[in-house]
């Protein structure tokens, strides 16, 4: 794993040459222990009041289990979803929670 570095001590020092390509998958298999189709141990769950409609979490579910409802507000089919987090991890405004599937 990459050494975290303090954005201050890296400020004026790098330039975007520095920067490593992105979306390369550098191993395969990665996703592999979740398998779209299981049952998923968490399942992501949307707060209309925190999510402003951006897209992101559409845009980065690897499983395109996210779908746009008909409010514009966006939610996810748990018979794609894998759990795998990424819609979480991904919305800048913490409007997705994940949670025990109930
Ligand atoms: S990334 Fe977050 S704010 Fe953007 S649409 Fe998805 S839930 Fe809403
Ligand atoms: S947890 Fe989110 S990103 Fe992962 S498969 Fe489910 S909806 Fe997509």
């Known amino acids: 794993m ?4 303090p954005a201050a001590k890296t400020r004026g020092k790098h330039t975007w040459k520095d920067t490593k390509v992105g979306c390369v998958l550098l191993e395969e298999g990665k996703a592999k ?3 779209p189709g299981e049952k998923p141990l968490l399942v992501p769950l ?7 409609r951006c ?3 559409y845009l980065f579910c690897p499983d395109a ?8 507000y966006y939610e996810a089919t748990l018979d794609y979803c894998k759990g795998c987090g990424i819609c979480h991890q991904e919305c800048w ?3 997705i ?3 025990e599937e109930a």
């Open 2 to 5: 990459a050494k975290k570095i």
């Open 33 to 35: 222990p979740f398998e």
């Open 97 to 99: 929670s994940m949670m």
């Open 55 to 57: 897209g992101l979490c």
């Open 46 to 52: 949307w707060d209309k009041e925190m999510c402003v």
């Open 93 to 95: 405004f913490g409007a």
């Open 65 to 72: 289990a996210i779908k746009r409802s008909d409010d514009g």
